[in-house]
């Protein structure tokens, strides 16, 4: 992909170990099928390349993060099976992707966030809102749904009840609503979303990956299976991590009390901000 051949969508740069992807298809950043096209090239860099310790998702300007699907494509749509075949089956692929990648990832919303945009955000760990942002599921206005994961990661978040109402009444919440709902783990300042981000990434990076990587897997799982096969499933991770290089680091960092060193990697060759496009 050649920012020189066609439009860069989706723009990637580092900070330090912390990936940073720019969601840029204005003015109000609509998912379009090209743009999902470059999202699933970088989440899948962001997931092989090691020196990528955590990842944040942010939009270009002030006005969304992601205001939904592109409406203009929707008349190359309305043919049974085109939906899925054109758009859909790939989109629910990259968000899964996301979703499942072992590195911790932080949504940073410094604009409204519906529809797609904020099935997108569902996919991270960590959402954060600056305190002027709406969040909405709006597509029932359109005679459709939230069909890349909406209706079962606002449950996984929130509740089932919750889950009903945004996509039932398709009426926007406020930045403070969604943050009690638990849909959103932190409200912000106004113009601060990239920049809390990034703090939350630089700490992220420092943390154990092997270990974040397992307990988040756990973590996602918990839903979906008993307790008895979580403790399995917990016990088999924890053999794997006790006699791991981080344990026999952060235990000789605990007992000599110092900070931990779990792996740290280099910093980009040119230096500790570096941007590229793809």
Same mark, same amino acid.
């Given at each position: 992909m050649s920012a020189s051949n066609e439009e860069t969508l989706v723009r990637?740069?580092?900070?330090?170990? +912390?990936?940073?992807? /720019?969601? *840029?298809?204005?003015?109000v950043n609509v998912? $379009?099928?090209?743009?999902?096209?470059? @999202?699933?090239? #970088? %989440?899948?860099?962001? *997931?092989?390349?090691d020196r990528i310790r955590a990842v944040v998702v942010t939009g270009d300007g002030k006005r969304a993060f992601c205001a939904g699907s592109d409406i203009q494509e929707f008349p190359q749509l309305q043919e049974p099976g085109t939906a899925v075949e054109k758009k859909l089956r790939r989109q629910n692929s990259v968000f899964a992707a996301l979703s499942e990648m072992p590195k911790p990832t932080v949504a940073a919303l410094q604009g409204l966030?519906?529809?797609?945009? =904020?099935?997108?955000a569902l996919c991270c760990d960590l959402i954060l809102a600056e305190e002027q942002i709406t #969040?909405? #599921? &709006?597509? /029932?206005? #359109?005679? %459709?749904? &939230? $069909? !890349?994961?909406? +209706?079962?990661? /606002?449950?996984?978040? /929130? $509740?089932?009840?919750?889950?009903?109402? =945004?996509?039932?009444?398709?009426e926007p919440i406020s930045a403070s609503t969604a943050a009690d709902w638990g849909l959103v783990n932190r409200v912000v300042?106004?113009? !601060?979303?990239?920049?809390?981000?990034?703090? @939350?990434?630089?700490?992220?990076?420092?943390?154990? &990956?092997?270990?974040?990587?397992f307990a988040k897997q756990l973590i996602d799982e918990a839903s979906a299976h008993s307790d008895r096969d979580m403790i399995e499933r917990s016990l088999e991770a924890s053999d794997i991590a006790f006699s791991s290089d981080e344990c026999f680091e952060g235990t000789r960092a605990f007992q000599a009390h110092r900070q931990p060193q779990f792996h740290r990697t280099e910093h980009c060759e040119t230096g500790e901000d570096k941007e590229e496009t793809e």
């Open positions: 990637f740069h580092m900070v330090g170990p +912390t990936a940073v992807l /720019t969601l *840029a298809n204005g003015p998912m $379009s099928i090209p743009m999902a096209q470059q @999202l699933e090239i #970088l %989440v899948d860099r962001c *997931a092989q390349d966030a519906y529809g797609g945009g =904020l099935e997108l #969040l909405a #599921l &709006p597509e /029932t206005n #359109l005679g %459709v749904f &939230p $069909s !890349s994961g909406g +209706t079962y990661r /606002t449950v996984r978040r /929130t $509740s089932a009840a919750r889950a009903k109402e =945004l996509i039932f009444l398709a300042a106004e113009g !601060s979303a990239l920049e809390e981000a990034l703090a @939350l990434g630089k700490r992220l990076a420092t943390r154990p &990956p092997q270990a974040i990587a």
